[in-house]
């Protein structure tokens, strides 16, 4: 098992917007990816503070601590952290309007037997205004592993997510992390706030086992038809709108699935998806080293811009 990531990046247009875009992918997210953790945390008392020793017990047996953080300002250090209780979760949802966070994060760790985490890393939502333009927002899951096992129930509610947000880019992969995707990480390097996210209607960030696909970069390929001609992918939805279309008539962006199922997603599944994607994937070398102690879904012997030639 592996850790699942999703994500959709795009521009809400609005406080307003990003306020109930935010509200819908936290409440959506808990609810329909961590349906379990979303029944506990609906029932249970407010989290306590985390104990500074190994011992004591974080909760009731077989319950979830949780805590939010929120952070007013674009960098990724300092913020409000506070453990999870249904006050503070309403406060924090009614007050995106006004406060406009740049972030917004939910961690949610399963408690075993004893009250101890049952893992080493928590379930996490999270909803992120870029430091680099904050009119583009990020809207992030990531479930560790034996917490995700539907990866085509998260690829279900990205599509809903996507249209009701108009989103620019999304996937759902499990070699992808706050940090960025594989791609990104591989050619640029680990990044608190991944720099692409802004350009994400001029560049592709990388090609998931799930793929949102903006439309300006799929006209570019030929569109949703010459995308399922080539015969690479299990799945080609075209999506209506996209932040970016402004009613152009240009078309929306697409959905990608590559294989039927993530675990295929490997060897030559990944080059068929790889060679299509290479006219507007981000460029560069990836570094083998970068993305190491993981296994990852990419083509690591070879430069998008070289594909091309």
Do not use: K
């Not at 379930?123 to 539907?150: I, K, N």
């Not at 692409?196 to 949703?224: D, F, H, K, M, Q």
């Not at 709108?241 to 030559?268: C, K, Q, W």
């Amino acid at each position: 098992m592996t850790t699942l990531h999703a994500e959709l990046c795009g521009q809400p247009g609005s406080r307003a917007n990003f306020a109930r875009q935010a509200r819908d992918w936290l409440t959506g997210a808990r609810a329909r990816l961590f349906p379990e953790l979303d029944r506990a945390l609906t029932t249970a008392g407010p989290s306590a503070d985390a104990p500074d020793d190994e011992e004591t017990p974080w909760g009731p047996p077989g319950g979830v601590w949780a805590r939010l953080l929120i952070r007013q300002q674009p960098q990724a250090v300092g913020g409000l952290s506070l453990p999870f209780s249904q006050r503070a979760w309403r406060r924090t949802l009614d007050g995106i309007d006004r406060d406009h966070p740049f972030q917004i994060r939910l961690e949610m760790t399963p408690l075993g037997p004893g009250g101890q985490p049952a893992g080493a890393e928590p379930a996490v939502l999270s909803v992120q205004r870029s430091q680099h333009d904050p009119r583009w927002a990020r809207f992030a899951a990531q479930a560790p592993p034996g917490l995700a096992p539907w990866p085509r129930a998260w690829a279900d509610f990205l599509r809903e997510q996507a249209v009701a947000t108009g989103a620019d880019y999304g996937h759902v992969t499990d070699d992808a992390t706050s940090s960025g995707t594989a791609l990104e990480r591989a050619v640029l390097g680990v990044s608190a706030d991944p720099p692409g996210i802004p350009r994400s209607r001029e560049v592709l960030r990388g090609y998931s086992w799930v793929t949102i696909v903006a439309a300006p970069l799929a006209a570019r390929l030929g569109g949703a038809a010459a995308l399922a001609a080539s015969g690479a992918f299990a799945e080609v939805s075209p999506l209506p709108g996209g932040s970016g279309t402004g009613g152009s008539g240009a078309g929306g962006p697409v959905l990608l699935r590559a294989t039927a199922e993530l675990d295929d997603y490997r060897g030559p599944a990944v080059r068929r998806v790889f060679g299509v994607l290479a006219p507007v994937l981000l460029r560069g070398r990836p570094d083998p080293e970068a993305v190491s102690g993981s296994p990852v879904r990419l083509v690591l012997d070879a430069d998008a811009s070289c594909a091309l030639s």
